[in-house]
T-cell receptor, first 114, second 115 residues
Framework: AQTVTQSQPEMSVQEAETVTLSCTYD???????LFWYKQPPSRQMILVIR??????QNATENRFSVNFQKAAKSFSLKISDSQLGDTAMYFC???????????FGQGTTLQVKP | DADVTQTPRNRITKTGKRIMLECSQT?????MYWYRQDPGLGLRLIYY???????NKGEISDGYSVSRQAQAKFSLSLESAIPNQTALYFC??????????????FGPGTRLLVL
């Protein structure tokens, strides 16, 4: 069975600085996807970034980028130039290419301080 | 208008009551999912459906049932609610094809309190 682990329950960063959120996963599948979702206080789940496992190039979306280390089964999220609006809980998720199911990590609460 | 909607947004009920949470989507996706979120546990899959005739149990289906009334509608029922079903419930959809395949899009969530 797949598992996803986020080892940092809480983090904080000063506005305009860079922060990295960690995620590791375990799977025996070869066809899968990885995601980071953001959940602000509004509780809406918002897709931040997605990575296909077969792609070696790390995904980027504006200030958000990932460091995908397939052999190490690591998928960290880097947020550059942090903004107050980045304050939220962030979830890492593993998506099976076979079943379409998502397995979520426990979440990391990020606070951006002015 | 939102692509994935959930009703109600908030609900308070009593132990033993039957309640239904509803989800509708306008994204045209075949796949729909129900999750619950509990503090410290992330989101866990309750049920999922790949089309109207294909419904599957997730990792925590006990005490829940679902109905896929149409491609666009997927309802979650608690036959006899109990306090440990107090949680935030999310519906999600995904597409098997296309550039965003397997990406799940979430509704706004339903906060349920069982007294």
């Amino acid at each position: 069975a797949q598992t996803v682990t986020q080892s940092q329950p809480e983090m904080s960063v000063q506005e305009a600085e860079t922060v990295t959120l960690s995620c590791t996963y375990d799977t025996s599948e070869s066809n899968y996807y990885l995601f980071w979702y953001k959940q602000p206080p509004s509780r809406q789940m918002i897709l931040v970034i997605r990575q296909e496992a077969y792609k070696q190039q790390n995904a980027t979306e504006n200030r958000f980028s990932v460091n995908f280390q397939k052999a190490a089964k690591s998928f960290s999220l880097k947020i550059s130039d942090s903004q107050l609006g980045d304050t939220a809980m962030y979830f890492c998720a593993f998506g099976s290419g076979n079943t379409g199911k998502l397995i979520f990590g426990q979440g990391t609460t990020l606070q951006v301080k002015p | 208008d939102a692509d994935v909607t959930q009703t109600p947004r908030n609900r308070i009920t009593k132990t033993g009551k039957r309640i239904m949470l509803e989800c509708s989507q306008t994204k045209g996706h075949d796949r729909m999912y129900w999750y619950r979120q509990d503090p410290g546990l992330g989101l866990r899959l309750i049920y999922y459906s790949f089309d109207v005739k294909d419904i599957n149990k997730g990792e925590i289906s006990d005490g829940y049932s679902v109905s896929r009334q149409a491609q666009a509608k997927f309802s979650l029922s608690l036959e006899s609610a109990i306090p440990n079903q107090t949680a935030l419930y999310f519906c999600a959809t995904s597409d098997r094809q296309g550039a965003r395949q397997e990406t799940q899009y979430f509704g706004p969530g339903t906060r349920l309190l069982v007294l």
